[in-house]
């Protein structure tokens, strides 16, 4: 995830070219507050929409694996 810490606009550079990928972001109560799904990529880029300083998770699935990481937003 590059810029981290990030303004609210972030990409998850996912390496090789993937067929399918999608990210979740949530807030820290699990709210989820944006969501994209892509295929044939390789970055996918995020924008928090109003993004509030703090800590937010960033769920990742790339072809089914899923990873998690955690973004600040400043």
């Known amino acids: 995830i590059h810029p981290n810490p990030s ?3 972030f990409d998850i ?3 090789d070219l993937v ?3 999608s990210a979740c972001v ?3 109560v699990g709210n989820t507050i944006f969501h994209i799904h892509q295929s044939e990529v390789s970055v996918l880029p995020c924008q928090i929409p109003n993004a509030k300083p703090g800590v937010y998770f960033v769920i ?3 072809d089914g694996t ?3 990481h955690k ?4």
């Open 13 to 15: 550079q996912l390496g």
């Open 71 to 74: 973004i600040v937003v400043q």
């Open 26 to 28: 949530q807030d820290m």
């Open 60 to 62: 990742v699935d790339r």
């Open 19 to 21: 067929k399918s990928a």
């Open 7 to 9: 303004n609210g606009t």
């Open 66 to 68: 899923k990873s998690s």
